[in-house]
């Protein structure tokens, strides 16, 4: 059974930057595409991005295209997303999980599963 664990998150100011990292253990998912999510109190999980099992395509919520990038490690068993120009909108419960039996990516949360615990992500004006 895979366990996911989010980390990076923090406190930063608008405009800054952050690195969240998505480890794996117990199972390698090099052969399936990962994706982030955040969330909101009140408000449903929500896309933010996802990457094929070579990194190879890349899918971003049109709210972070330009500013966020996802990648992965395989041989680390670690994904990535990197936050750019961060803004106060950004705010969340940052999650990564898993699209088992898929190689490509897709922006559909009901496609994921093994969920890590979250990183939260707070970005003061």
């Known amino acids: 059974q895979v366990q996911l664990v989010e980390s990076g998150g923090g406190l930063v100011q608008a405009g800054d930057s952050l690195r969240l990292s998505c480890a794996a253990s117990?199972?390698?998912?090099?052969?399936?595409?990962m994706g982030w999510f955040r969330q909101v109190p009140g408000k449903e999980r929500e896309f933010v991005a996802a990457i094929s099992w070579n990194g190879g395509s890349t899918y971003y919520a049109d709210s972070v295209k330009g500013r966020f990038t996802i990648s992965r490690d395989n041989a680390k068993n670690t994904v990535y997303l990197q936050m750019n120009s961060l803004k106060p909108e950004d705010t969340a419960v940052y999650y990564c999980?898993?699209?088992?039996?898929?190689?490509?990516?897709?922006?559909?949360?009901?496609?994921?599963?093994?969920w890590g615990q979250g990183t939260q992500v707070t970005v003061s004006s």
């Open positions: 999980a898993v699209r088992w039996g898929r190689y490509q990516p897709s922006t559909d949360r009901a496609h994921f599963g093994s």
């Open positions: 117990g199972r390698t998912f090099k052969n399936y595409a």
